[in-house]
């Protein structure tokens, strides 16, 4: 589960300070998350924010590569979707073309990705607890999950 615990600072400065991740269905899954960092540790909102993914892929796979993106925020007890916006619980059709660093024409094995993010929005809109879950599939049915 990407959990991000975020604590809100002096002049509304933002800072992330707990992600966690895991694949989900990991015994059934083409696609599997191998390990994820984000710097600077910690985050502060608004700036620059470097995610590396590292992903390992059982078969070859080309675009399209489907997002589903379910992006939930804890309010009070519960956990509620955050609507699709920029970003939020949104369903992108190829995400490769979204991500022009990311090559979509890959073969089995380990592959890395550095992706760069500018977040400016106001922290008063950020500040919270998350939980998410992407689901990917690929255009040969080839699918994995992150929590």
């Known amino acids: 589960m990407i959990l991000i615990n975020l604590i809100l600072f002096l002049q509304l400065t933002l800072v992330i300070s707990l992600i966690s991740w895991k694949n989900c269905n990991s015994k059934t899954n083409d696609i599997k998350l191998i390990n994820l960092t984000v710097s600077p540790d910690p985050i502060i909102v608004p700036g620059l ?32 979707p955050v609507p699709c916006f920029s970003i939020g619980s ?12 990311c090559n979509c024409s890959m073969g089995t094995g380990e592959h890395t990705f550095n992706l ?13 607890n998350y939980q998410a879950q992407i689901n990917l599939e690929t255009s040969t049915k080839q699918k994995g999950c992150v929590k």
């Open 116 to 128: 760069p993010i500018t977040i400016d929005s106001s922290s008063w809109m950020l500040s919270g």
């Open 90 to 101: 949104c369903t992108y059709e190829d995400l490769c073309t979204l991500c022009t660093k």
């Open 49 to 80: 924010v470097s995610i590396t993914i590292t992903i390992y892929t059982h078969q070859n796979f080309t675009s399209p590569v489907k997002a589903v993106l379910s992006l939930e925020k804890k309010i009070l007890i519960g956990y509620f």
